[in-house]
């Protein structure tokens, strides 16, 4: 276009499938284009953004994520003249719904160029999908890359090669003491240049990481060895593009964030376990499962590529040879293995008129029509969905929020409800988080969550704590002392302010706050109630219902014996555990019979509950949108919850009439302001009743206190 003199006329969108290779693709192209067209390109992803500076004729390099929400506001990506997904063979959830959503563009925008691009996918389906559009061939240059499987790198290391033949073919479990033992190898026999390693997983970075700096090489001062992972902040990764100083060998320790789309120029060594970190799904329980599983042959040929980018290299395959041909062809789609309500949210969005089948039966995979269907039940559930499968006020609300349906219904409910900042920061908590966690400290960051703690049985309240004090600290020094002293990473707490104020203009976008700064000034109007430890209890309640834990006293053990002071925990798909890095997992007394949790996640059979909060039982009476049956005997009403026999309670009749009245007139106030103010009704008289009435639920709240006994009784 540039040669045909309409370049001007060129507004170019390229997706990478992460915030890294965004930045680095983009000014690799800027530094190529030269002075004069530098200014036309630019990038935009999460949390940072620097648009192009000419008016005529652009190139903006995007996360998909970013593009999705253009999408919203312009679907037939009008004033758009090409899009670029590269990439494209990554098959995540987010690129799966673009390419439903650029196909139906086409359809409505003749003007729209698509091109995808990947250099080891299924080009014959994508060509498929879109019509039997034409497959272009562009032949590359790769330098010679000398391969080794197991065998071969025990061989080279004079190690038993019995130990390739005899590993498990479907044990993924990685050797990490082979990891720093083949690296240190590489340091010391191998060619100059930079080692690539890939890993499954952030405790597999780090446990490497101690092990190579407790070796000679790095003591001695020989090797510069740096993490990449994607939950750290683009400054942080753009560290390991930079070369290292003489007489030091730089060792990437990574995960599959470093397989496409980034060449880090130095690297002439890439060691690959052959393992990744996937996550599987249940839809009918409701557990997700984090698992080291094999990689897919595509991604070895990806991973191998990295070593010859720039020079000759070599790959160590850290796997037998025969376990490639065990391998899959491609990778499995992240849509057939995923929490699908976050992409229904979408769907609504994108396509509000259509059932959430219809819109994903769309998708290049289209993921179980029963999935699909349990995932807007818990949507209805959650009051994000009406029983047309239609987005709700509330559900209006949510999906302009960012990040998982029930953390955006609790952002929304803490605009209500005047506890705004302490919300943002369990919501970012709950998508980084903020400590140092190793095994190596797993003690003493235990030790200073219990410090943060202090007896508010909640891990939410802890997150918000660590947060808060960080935030309040503006000397340099003295947040370092902070951070030392409770384990904090502060990497991570930048990147969780990030998100904080990302979700503030969420809050504005939603109409649910004027500005996004009130959010985070802590003597605004929206932060009344953040300091009210059994409100945020309460609200953390009603954000994560019906994600409910029963307590209760008595523990049958594995070996019969019957231990009856040790608590279980019971949700209503079965047992759970809570994990060891819970503040509740140490408690042999809570204050109530109920928590409160996010997620849960399967491993080695069992399920467990990483993060939970104490719930006051009249919170649960008061703040969950759900019928409720009563029953009266005499002057006493007992009032259950359907499905739910496990929850009851026994009142006098006048305080059960008193709660009602409370609990319809909560409901009331949070549809009201969910919804446009009605004429009859000024904003000051609204605003002033709310007030009222959440000062009534503080107190009530704060008075009563939860029943501490824990006992085997489920009457409240």
Not at 271 to 279: A, P, S
Not at 299 to 325: E, S, T
Not at 487 to 506: C, D, V
Not at 551 to 573: E, I
Request: aromatic fraction near 6%; proline fraction near 6%; charged fraction near 20%.
């Amino acid at each position: 276009m540039c040669e045909g003199g309409v370049g001007a006329h060129c507004n170019i969108l390229v997706t990478q499938p992460r915030r890294i290779s965004a930045v680095s693709v983009a000014g690799r192209v800027a530094s190529e284009m030269g002075p004069a067209l530098r200014p036309c390109v630019g990038y935009q992803v999460r949390l940072e953004s620097r648009p192009p500076e000419a008016s005529g004729g652009s190139l903006l390099f995007l996360t998909v994520g970013v593009l999705l929400r253009k999408l919203q506001s312009n679907p037939w990506l009008r004033g758009v003249s090409h899009v670029l997904v590269d990439e494209v063979h990554e098959r995540d959830v987010n690129t799966d719904v673009l390419l439903a959503l650029l196909r139906r563009a086409l359809t409505c925008n003749p003007e729209l160029r698509v091109v995808l691009m990947s250099a080891s996918g299924d080009t014959q389906r994508l060509a498929s999908y879109f019509d039997e559009c034409p497959v272009v061939h562009i032949p590359g240059f790769m330098h010679p890359v000398r391969q080794r499987y197991l065998e071969e790198v025990l061989r080279e290391m004079r190690r038993p090669v019995e130990k390739a033949n005899t590993q498990e073919k479907d044990d993924p479990t990685p050797d990490l003491d082979l990891v720093a033992d083949v690296i240190d190898h590489i340091h010391t026999h191998g060619e100059p240049g930079a080692v690539l390693c890939f890993l499954p997983g952030w405790q597999d970075i780090k446990a490497v990481q101690q092990k190579l700096e407790e070796k000679r090489a790095f003591q001695m001062g020989s090797q510069l060895i740096l993490p990449l992972h994607s939950s750290m902040s683009v400054a942080d990764q753009q560290v390991v593009f930079k070369r290292p100083p003489e007489g030091q060998r730089k060792i990437v320790l990574a995960t599959n964030i470093a397989e496409t789309s980034i060449t880090i120029d130095d690297i002439v060594h890439v060691v690959d376990l052959g393992t990744q970190k996937e996550q599987s799904y249940d839809p009918r329980t409701k557990v997700s499962c984090l698992d080291t599983v094999w990689i897919s042959r595509s991604n070895v040929i990806q991973r191998r590529g990295r070593a010859g980018r720039c020079q000759p290299g070599h790959a160590y395959h850290l796997f037998p040879r025969k376990q490639l041909d065990a391998m899959t062809t491609f990778p499995i789609p992240e849509i057939l293995r995923t929490p699908l309500e976050s992409l229904v949210v979408q769907a609504k969005i994108h396509s509000p008129q259509s059932k959430a089948v219809d819109f994903l039966s769309q998708v290049m995979d289209s993921p179980e029509q029963g999935a699909v269907r349990e995932a807007v039940r818990t949507l209805q559930d959650i009051g994000v969905l009406d029983i047309s499968e239609c987005l709700t006020p509330l559900g209006e609300r949510v999906a302009c929020m960012s990040c998982d349906p029930r953390l955006g219904k609790l952002l929304v409910l803490s605009s209500l409800f005047h506890c705004v900042l302490p919300m943002l920061s369990v919501a970012a908590c709950l998508t980084r988080d903020p400590f140092h966690n190793s095994l190596q400290n797993r003690s003493t960051v235990n030790k200073s969550k219990e410090a943060l703690s202090g007896t508010s049985y909640s891990d939410y309240l802890v997150f918000s704590r660590a947060v808060q004090g960080w935030r309040e600290l503006q000397d340099r020094h003295r947040r370092q002392e902070y951070l030392d002293s409770h384990s904090l990473s502060a990497a991570s707490l930048r990147f969780i302010h990030g998100l904080t104020q990302q979700f503030s203009e969420n809050l504005a976008e939603a109409e649910l706050v004027t500005h996004p700064a009130e959010c985070l000034r802590p003597s605004s109007l929206l932060n009344q109630h953040s300091n009210q430890e059994e409100l945020l209890k309460a609200v953390l309640l009603a954000g994560f219902y019906p994600s409910l834990i029963q307590v209760k006293r008595g523990v049958v053990s594995k070996g019969g014996r019957f231990r009856p002071n040790d608590l279980c925990y019971r949700t209503q798909t079965g047992p759970v555990l809570l994990h060891r890095s819970s503040v509740n997992r140490a408690e042999r007394k809570l204050p109530s019979r109920w928590l409160t949790f996010f997620s849960a996640v399967k491993s080695n059979g069992s399920v467990f509950i990483r993060d939970s909060s104490a719930v006051h039982p009249l919170a649960l009476l008061l703040l969950t949108d759900c019928n409720l049956i009563e029953r009266a005997y005499g002057d006493q009403v007992e009032v259950t919850m359907p499905g739910r026999s496990l929850i009851r309670w026994e009142l006098s009749a006048q305080s059960w009439e008193l709660l009602w009245a409370l609990r319809t007139s909560l409901q009331a106030m949070l549809h009201r302001n969910l919804r446009p103010l009605t004429s009859d009704c000024s904003v000051e008289e609204s605003s002033t009743q709310d007030g009222q009435l959440i000062s009534l639920l503080v107190d009530l709240l704060n008075s009563t206190e939860p029943d501490a006994n824990t006992a085997d009784s489920d009457t409240e």
